[in-house]
């Protein structure tokens, strides 16, 4: 793992908590509340039926087997093991074919340059070391024109008080030590690296979420937790 763009802690921590990703009532309950919605925003943007999509860091599957009920032929990359075989056995559940894979995104890069129609990222770019890196592999992933699609969190006194003291500590929403404020990541920084990667900023929206209504939602708000969809040229 010494050459790879990861933390070994990080992917410790998630391996963990494998077994319960796909309870809606778990740990994992806010990925399971957030997810139509990111699903909403990608679907809004790309036509999924017949796409040939990469889920990057897609932990258990949650993301990666919506966007194959929608049609699309989803890869999907991971480097917890634990979390790989869980979204295997799934599929034998949920009927869903979805190619997953214990390999880190800058290794398929090599493999497979201009392969995917569109890429998703989602709540992944804060807990690898070098962030930059990984959208720089998705750029190279892409075909001409394909999009990337991005979720994370701002660096923001409010996002610290809201995704670390609220979620983790108070409410219990998500297991404590889930994130990192240091490596949350202000919009302006994501602007940049994707600019250097060769991608165009599309947009840039806010993701809110309430744990009392069980509902997330799309809005312009971006001070917590946002999303961005870039275009590669």
Not at 27 to 52: D, F, I, K, T, W
Not at 124 to 129: A, G, N, S, Y
Not at 173 to 190: C, M, N, Q, V, W
């Amino acid at each position: 793992m010494s050459t790879v763009n990861v933390s070994q802690a990080e992917i410790t921590k998630f391996g963990e908590l494998a077994n319960r990703w796909w309870d809606e009532n778990g740990p994992q309950r806010a990925l399971h509340e957030l997810n139509p919605a990111r699903l909403g925003y990608v679907a809004e943007r790309v036509s999924l039926r017949g796409a040939q999509l990469l889920d990057v860091g897609c932990g258990g599957g949650l993301l990666s087997e919506a966007l194959a009920r929608e049609g699309a032929h989803v890869t999907a990359l991971d480097l917890a093991p634990e979390l790989v075989e869980i979204a295997k056995l799934h599929l034998l559940e949920s009927g869903l074919s979805v190619h997953y894979k214990l390999q880190s995104v800058e290794a398929l890069a090599e493999e497979a340059p201009g392969t995917f129609d569109a890429i998703t990222c989602m709540e992944m770019l804060e807990h690898v070391p070098d962030p930059a890196s990984v959208l720089r592999a998705c750029a190279r992933l892409l075909k001409p024109g394909g999009r990337l699609f991005v979720s994370t969190l701002n660096r923001t006194p409010v996002a610290f008080a809201v995704a670390i003291v609220g979620a983790e500590y108070l409410a219990n929403l998500l297991p404590r030590g889930t994130h990192d404020y240091k490596s949350f990541i202000r919009p302006a920084e994501l602007s940049a690296w994707l600019r250097d990667a060769g991608f165009a900023l599309e947009d840039v929206s806010g993701l809110a979420y309430d744990p009392l209504r069980h509902k997330a939602w799309v809005n312009r708000r971006t001070d917590i937790n946002y999303l961005a969809c870039a275009v590669k040229a």
